[in-house]
């Protein structure tokens, strides 16, 4: 009767959100007087969980799934639910995540509140707390079924922690040749940089950067403060950067801790997405951008005089605090 | 290949967000309703599959007549047919149930969604409609190539793409990317004039699992206001994000 937590790990490591939905796991776990359960794929550090609370980890150390499959791992995450007799299920909103849990909660028939903000304001009734309408409001939800999946929003709930001895059992899901139908072929990223899923700071260019080849300081800028980079939208409609960069309500949710928007209006499309960045900072020529009003911290700039001047500034911060 | 498109009837994006009858329903007075973005994406790539492939494509809409005038414009671009499921879509499982009805009765071989809608952000009823059929399923589905029964579709992931092979029956949660901004289409009178011949079949709902629902809404708290720095003294904005954000 524990509660299940996916802990999601890229080359044998676990991403920061693991962390943080163990620690959320754990929070529910307490509240319903059980404990956290978590499952891993090829994870080489599953006694760290034992620093978010987690008890137990089913440890699934398997080959063919070197490479994400969201319908191998659904399977995997259905059955260990059903060993666990788990009435509660806990999930990051990665991309790679979102992809599996609707496969998950098909096969379970659970009820599923994406985009959780908060430990659970209650328990039975099960309802928690989640934005709605691209960050523009919040809706109390109620989750009806027998199981339930919750989706945790990324940094939201933070790390908390929680040393407990935790026990690692090897866990071999039965797989068919059917959970294997959809095969990755070709994978194309970025490696060695942060990427905006899981960076803690974003740092994004608009329109008003006026050409690709004016990147080089945004990339700097990155670079320095360790961040991802990002764009607006017709940013990458022009080609001028990749679409995978692309931020805001119909490009990549962005909820970091910083968020730096560099010649970018702040169109209500774009705030949309990325609202749930904890601290947002604008660099704008024009007062009346309406980022100034989404933001915590502004400067009325030119931006080809202001960011060279912040990258000198941060690199001597840097450097001080080495 | 049978196409069916999944519209979901969402407020346009610039749309004011405020909540009613003591905060328990969102308000739609004043607000303007469209096709949910990324389901425009995947209806253009059907139009696609139509016109290249030769493929028959139908849309579907969960919910009351009020969807209507937006599954008439997704006609009016052209698809073939419409059907309606006569009912309030408040949870996605249930949604999804109603959909795998309508895709059981119409035997489609391919199902294009979007990757969520816009209003209640709910990422789940494609892949909740894929597992309910058997089908296949790829989410934030950014190009789809079908060869007879052979599907390569490309799915954004963090930090790039991945291509990935498989095959028909398959459900895609599709997104910007899936065509270019510059393919999408508004309807023209005679789109608009043709739509109205079209069949639109109006279906009641089907039992099902009515696995969430939302209690009560609330709007986040008002922002403080921005605190300027001077554009001559930016080593204040590093202080600032350093001492009182905690940021750096
Ligand atoms: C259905 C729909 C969905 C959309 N989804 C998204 C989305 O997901 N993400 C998104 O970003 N947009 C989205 N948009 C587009 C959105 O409405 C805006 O058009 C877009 O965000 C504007 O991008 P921008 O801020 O880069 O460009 P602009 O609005 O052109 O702003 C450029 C800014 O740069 C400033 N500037 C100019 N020169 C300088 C300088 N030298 N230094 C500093 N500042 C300078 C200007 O003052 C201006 O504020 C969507 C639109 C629609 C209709
Ligand atoms: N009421 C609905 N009617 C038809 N399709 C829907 C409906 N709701 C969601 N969908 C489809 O499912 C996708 C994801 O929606 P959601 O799970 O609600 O975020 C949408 O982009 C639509 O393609």
């Not at chain 2, 009351?64 to 408040?90: F, H, M, Q, Y």
Request: negative net charge; hydrophobic residues 40%.
């Amino acid at each position: 009767m524990s509660v299940l937590v996916y802990t999601e790990s890229d080359n044998g490591s676990f991403k920061k959100n693991a962390y943080e939905v163990a620690s959320y796991a754990s929070e529910v776990a307490k509240q319903m007087g059980t404990t956290a359960t978590a499952i891993a794929f090829n994870s080489n550090e599953n006694t760290n969980l034992g620093n978010y609370g987690v008890t137990k980890v089913l440890n699934v150390s398997n080959d063919q799934l070197k490479t994400f499959n969201a319908k191998a791992y659904a399977h995997a995450i259905a059955e260990a639910a059903k060993n666990e007799e788990a009435k509660v299920i806990i999930v990051s909103s990665s991309s790679d995540t979102k992809f599996l849990v609707p496969i998950v909660v098909g096969k379970l028939g659970a009820g599923y509140a994406p985009n959780v903000v908060a430990a659970p304001e209650n328990i039975n009734p099960f309802t928690v707390k989640r934005t709605t309408f691209s960050n523009k409001g919040f809706a109390h939800t109620q989750i009806n079924t027998e199981i339930k999946v919750v989706g945790v929003s990324s940094n939201s709930y933070g790390l908390v922690e929680n040393s407990t001895q935790v026990d690692i059992e090897d866990f071999n899901p039965t797989f068919t040749a059917s959970d294997f139908s959809t095969k990755s072929v070709e994978i194309d990223k970025v490696v060695g940089k942060a990427t905006i899923a899981d960076a803690d700071i974003v740092v994004s260019g608009g329109r008003g950067l006026k050409d690709p080849e004016n990147w080089g300081m945004i990339e700097e800028l990155a670079d320095v403060l360790g961040a991802a980079t990002a764009c607006s939208k017709p940013v990458s409609d022009m080609g001028w950067r990749p679409h995978s960069e692309h931020v805001g309500q119909t490009g990549k949710p962005v909820a970091s801790n910083l968020y730096i928007a560099i010649g970018i209006s702040g169109a209500i499309q774009h705030l949309a997405g990325v609202s749930a960045s904890k601290t947002k900072v604008v660099i704008n020529t024009d007062p009346e951008a309406p980022f100034f009003k989404a933001a915590d911290y502004g400067i009325v700039g030119d931006a080809f005089e202001v960011v060279p001047e912040l990258i000198e500034k941060l690199k001597e911060f840097k450097a001080q605090n080495a | 290949m049978k196409i069916l498109v999944c519209i979901s009837n969402v407020p346009d994006t610039t749309s004011k967000i405020n909540f009613t009858d003591g905060n328990t329903k969102f308000d739609t007075t004043g607000v303007q309703f469209v096709i949910n973005p990324n389901d425009e994406f995947g209806l253009t790539r059907a139009m696609w599959f139509k016109e290249k492939q030769g493929a028959t494509v139908h849309v579907a809409t969960v919910g009351g007549p009020s969807s209507e005038p937006t599954i008439r414009k997704a006609l009016a671009i052209g698809a073939d047919e419409a059907i309606r499921v006569n009912t309030e879509p408040t949870d996605g499982y249930f949604v999804a149930q109603q959909l795998a009805e309508v895709v059981k009765k119409g035997a489609y071989d391919l199902i294009i969604a979007g990757r969520e809608s816009i209003d209640y952000n709910g990422g789940m009823v494609p892949g909740i409609l894929a597992t309910l059929l058997d089908m296949n399923f790829v989410n934030t589905c950014i190009d789809l190539q079908v060869d007879g029964s052979n599907a390569t579709a490309t799915r954004e992931i963090d930090g790039g793409k991945e291509k990935i092979a498989t095959t028909l029956p398959l459900v895609i949660g599709g997104q910007k990317g899936l065509v270019e901004e510059s393919d999408l289409r508004i309807p023209n009178m005679r789109g608009i004039m043709m739509a109205r011949k079209k069949v639109l079949n109006v279906v009641e709902p089907v039992e099902g699992i009515m696995a969430t629902n939302d209690i009560k809404f609330d709007k986040p708290a008002p922002k403080g206001a921005v605190k300027l720095v001077d554009a001559a003294n930016v080593q204040e904005l590093v202080n600032l994000l350093h001492n009182e954000a905690k940021v750096i």
